[in-house]
């Protein structure tokens, strides 16, 4: 077994009180819910309620995964996930060249305003939390909801959700960005704007890591790249003549958790206090709100395995358990034929059920912060955080997150570390129960959900009547007023609901923004 944590931290056969000769508790820790927030961004954490049980779902069309969102609720999930396809995610409409084949199969596409409506058919916006992993769209997206809300009775300052809106992960792991970084800055922090007035109680952004995890980042790298990201995020708010305890509130984080248990509650500890320092000593947070480290999690889909799927079960119940100790706030746990093909419906409803066990029938929530004072974890802690510092440092020292970017470095740190961990996983040194051992001949043959193969020329043929339908010349001038103001300062959401009002599709708002902004051009890596 390794002796050296996913992170390449010395992992000691014993801990004891020696390893935190130098721990003070007062400072390091605190009390739950009060400054630096290591013990949980609240004073009752579950005792008083579990976490949001967010299962993220979506695919084909936007009928079929509104069925899907129906049986989950049914089922007793808290919060809505809505997983968008590829084109929507790009920016492009389901009739664009670049769709074709893509259309439905890893979300659920969304074309238009009309779309969006089916999608959320019969479900109750000012009752349900929504969250959308959707960025360089994500104002499209937001605004299209917001639409379909007040279309139903249901004004913005009623809505609760989140929407992803993290451009610079896309950029170092992910690559679904459409416009160059300081353009996307520029849109984000007109979301910023816009949800303080129009939707207060949405999440405007959720800074990612799990997608770094996901592309080959140590925990180490998840937090400290997240964390960069986070901080290039509140100075261009800041920069934009915002106040940051008027958006900072607002702000949340999305990260993995992998099987590698003890470093992973440890990670979750060490990323709320290096927020706390950081937004309290670096950019003046006032309200304690602003300097809370807010999380959703899911379970780490790179560690799921095709071959025998049914151990992913395992694997999954490990990692939410993680999630769960390390004081996550709301948790989407994969489903075990993921690595397969989309979830089938059983396989959705076992991923609920997983955590719906972990919140009634064991004894994790009755009390707060389980490990508080544990040796191995309080050290591993301390051990993270040194180790994120340091990364945080050099991205600094190159100009910051986005000229780090622009630079190759955290795409160059990621894949170094993805690289390694597919030798060791090769060679046998990391042991992949199932892929590498302990494996089996002929194993059961397991039926994935397929998605309808005419999902794709559905969507064109709504596409053709929406523009049909549609006042055309409203469209154009909505989407000229857009243009407008993106080569200005004006905030480019209002033009840009108006747009999406007339039935402007989301491909045309991209490509509006397109002719503007042009696209981004990535570097080769560091």
Same mark, same amino acid.
């Given at each position: 077994?390794?002796?050296?944590?996913?992170?390449?931290?010395?992992?000691?056969?014993?801990? =004891?009180?020696?390893?935190?000769? =130098?721990? =003070?508790?007062?400072?390091?820790?605190?009390?739950?819910?009060?400054?630096?927030?290591?013990r949980?961004?609240?004073?009752?954490?579950?005792t008083?309620?579990?976490?949001?049980?967010?299962?993220?779902?979506?695919f084909?069309?936007?009928?079929?995964?509104? @069925?899907?969102?129906?049986?989950?609720?049914?089922?007793?999930?808290?919060g809505?996930?809505?997983?968008? =396809?590829?084109?929507?995610?790009?920016?492009?409409?389901?009739?664009?060249?670049?769709?074709?084949?893509?259309?439905?199969? &890893?979300?659920?596409?969304?074309?238009?305003?009309?779309?969006?409506?089916?999608?959320?058919?019969?479900?109750?916006?000012?009752?349900?939390?929504?969250?959308?992993?959707?960025?360089?769209?994500?104002?499209?997206l937001?605004?299209?909801?917001q639409?379909?809300?007040?279309?139903?009775?249901?004004?913005?300052?009623?809505?609760?959700?989140?929407?992803?809106?993290?451009?610079?992960?896309?950029?170092?792991?992910?690559?679904?960005?459409?416009?160059?970084?300081?353009?996307?800055?520029?849109?984000?922090?007109?979301?910023?704007?816009?949800?303080?007035?129009?939707?207060?109680?949405?999440?405007?952004?959720?800074?990612?890591?799990?997608?770094?995890?996901?592309?080959?980042?140590?925990?180490?790298?998840?937090?400290?790249?997240?964390?960069?990201?986070?901080?290039?995020?509140?100075?261009?708010?800041?920069?934009?003549?915002?106040?940051?305890?008027?958006?900072?509130?607002?702000?949340?984080?999305?990260?993995?958790?992998?099987?590698?248990?003890?470093?992973?509650?440890?990670?979750?500890?060490?990323?709320?206090?290096?927020?706390?320092?950081?937004?309290?000593?670096?950019?003046?947070?006032?309200?304690?709100?602003?300097?809370?480290?807010?999380?959703?999690?899911?379970?780490?889909?790179?560690?799921?395995a095709?071959?025998?799927?049914?151990?992913?079960?395992?694997?999954?119940?490990?990692?939410?358990?993680?999630?769960?100790?390390?004081g996550?706030?709301?948790?989407?746990?994969?489903?075990?034929?993921?690595?397969?093909?989309?979830?089938?419906?059983?396989?959705?409803?076992l991923?609920?059920?997983t955590?719906? &066990?972990?919140?009634?029938e064991?004894?994790?929530?009755?009390?707060?912060?389980?490990?508080?004072?544990?040796?191995?974890?309080?050290?591993l802690?301390?051990?993270?955080?040194?180790?994120?510092?340091?990364?945080?440092?050099? &991205?600094?020292?190159?100009?910051?997150?986005?000229?780090?970017?622009?630079?190759?470095?955290?795409?160059? @740190?990621?894949?170094?570390?993805?690289?390694?961990?597919?030798?060791?996983?090769?060679?046998?040194?990391?042991?992949? &129960?199932?892929?590498?051992?302990?494996?089996?001949?002929?194993?059961?043959?397991?039926?994935?959900?397929r998605?309808?193969?005419?999902?794709?020329?559905?969507?064109?043929?709504?596409?053709?009547?929406?523009?049909?339908?549609?006042?055309?010349?409203?469209?154009?001038?909505a989407?000229?007023?857009?243009?407008?103001?993106?080569?200005?300062?004006?905030?480019?959401?209002?033009?840009?609901?108006?747009a999406?009002?007339?039935?402007?599709?989301?491909?045309?708002?991209?490509d509006?923004?397109?002719?503007?902004?042009?696209?981004?051009?990535?570097?080769?890596?560091?």
């Amino acid at each position: 077994m390794s002796s050296s944590t996913e992170s390449g931290l010395p992992f000691k056969p014993v801990y =004891d009180a020696a390893d935190l000769a =130098d721990f =003070d508790p007062s400072v390091e820790l605190g009390e739950p819910g009060q400054f630096p927030f290591t013990r949980g961004v609240y004073p009752t954490m579950y005792t008083g309620r579990p976490w949001t049980m967010r299962q993220y779902a979506g695919f084909g069309n936007a009928a079929e995964s509104n @069925e899907r969102y129906k049986q989950l609720i049914a089922a007793g999930t808290t919060g809505l996930s809505v997983a968008f =396809d590829l084109p929507t995610q790009m920016g492009y409409d389901s009739d664009h060249k670049l769709a074709h084949g893509e259309v439905g199969k &890893v979300g659920v596409a969304i074309d238009s305003v009309d779309d969006m409506q089916v999608l959320f058919d019969g479900i109750p916006l000012d009752k349900v939390s929504t969250s959308m992993t959707i960025n360089a769209p994500a104002a499209t997206l937001l605004l299209m909801y917001q639409l379909v809300g007040e279309k139903n009775g249901i004004p913005g300052s009623a809505l609760t959700g989140t929407i992803q809106n993290d451009v610079l992960k896309e950029y170092i792991a992910r690559g679904t960005y459409i416009y160059p970084p300081a353009q996307s800055l520029r849109l984000i922090t007109d979301i910023f704007k816009y949800c303080k007035a129009e939707v207060p109680r949405w999440n405007t952004i959720s800074i990612s890591g799990y997608h770094m995890a996901e592309a080959g980042a140590t925990p180490a790298q998840e937090i400290a790249f997240t964390l960069a990201d986070g901080i290039e995020y509140v100075q261009a708010a800041i920069d934009s003549g915002q106040d940051v305890d008027e958006f900072a509130p607002r702000l949340a984080f999305f990260f993995v958790s992998r099987t590698s248990f003890l470093e992973e509650v440890a990670k979750f500890r060490a990323a709320r206090r290096i927020w706390a320092r950081v937004m309290k000593e670096r950019f003046g947070a006032k309200n304690p709100k602003s300097m809370m480290l807010r999380f959703h999690t899911q379970t780490a889909g790179v560690q799921l395995a095709a071959q025998q799927p049914e151990v992913n079960l395992v694997r999954v119940a490990v990692q939410g358990l993680a999630a769960v100790m390390g004081g996550t706030q709301s948790l989407h746990t994969n489903s075990f034929d993921e690595a397969i093909a989309l979830p089938t419906e059983k396989a959705a409803r076992l991923a609920l059920r997983t955590q719906q &066990v972990l919140a009634y029938e064991t004894d994790v929530t009755k009390t707060v912060d389980p490990f508080a004072g544990s040796y191995v974890v309080e050290s591993l802690t301390d051990e993270l955080e040194v180790a994120a510092l340091d990364l945080m440092t050099r &991205v600094e020292d190159l100009g910051g997150s986005v000229a780090a970017i622009e630079q190759g470095f955290q795409k160059g @740190e990621i894949e170094r570390s993805a690289y390694a961990i597919a030798n060791e996983i090769d060679s046998g040194e990391r042991i992949f &129960v199932g892929v590498n051992k302990f494996t089996i001949e002929d194993e059961e043959k397991y039926e994935p959900l397929r998605v309808d193969p005419t999902i794709e020329e559905q969507q064109v043929e709504r596409l053709a009547v929406l523009r049909a339908d549609r006042d055309n010349g409203e469209v154009s001038r909505a989407l000229g007023e857009l243009r407008k103001a993106a080569e200005g300062s004006e905030n480019c959401l209002y033009p840009m609901k108006a747009a999406l009002a007339a039935r402007a599709t989301g491909g045309e708002v991209a490509d509006a923004l397109r002719e503007v902004w042009g696209q981004y051009d990535p570097p080769d890596a560091f």
